[in-house]
Nanobody, 115 residues
Framework: QVSLVESGGGSVQAGGSLRLSCAASGSTFAADYMAWVREAPGMQREFVASITSSDITYIADSVKGRFTISRDNAENAVYLQMNSLKPEDTAVYYC?????????WGQGTQVTVSS
């Protein structure tokens, strides 16, 4: 069973930065696909960024140039660096893991960006 715990969310003014962390346990982390998705109130869950076991990254157009995803296999962690935050980035951010073909999700961390 994979466990994912997100941290680093909070409230920030527009233009500010936050760094989200996701700590994974119980998985073959280095071999896993990891991603961040977000869900704003009343909206569908939206893909944000992903990183493969080969460190290939993919960033959604809505955050490209502002967000960066990275991973530390020694720490079993994945990070989302968010810069130049906008009010429309306000959402609950979830960590997603695909381990051996199975999908796992964290509990989410709230990010609130005020104008």
């Amino acid at each position: 069973q994979v466990s994912l715990v997100e941290s680093g969310g909070g409230s920030v003014q527009a233009g500010g930065s936050l760094r989200l962390s996701c700590a994974a346990s119980g998985s073959t982390f280095a071999a896993d696909y990891m991603a961040w998705v977000r869900e704003a109130p009343g909206m569908q869950r939206e893909f944000v960024a992903s990183i493969t076991s080969s460190d290939i990254t993919y960033i959604a157009d809505s955050v490209k140039g502002r967000f960066t995803i990275s991973r530390d296999n020694a720490e079993n962690a994945v990070y989302l660096q968010m810069n130049s935050l906008k009010p429309e980035d306000t959402a609950v951010y979830y960590c997603h893991n695909n381990s051996r073909g199975r999908n796992y999700w964290g509990q989410g961390t709230q990010v609130t960006v005020s104008s």
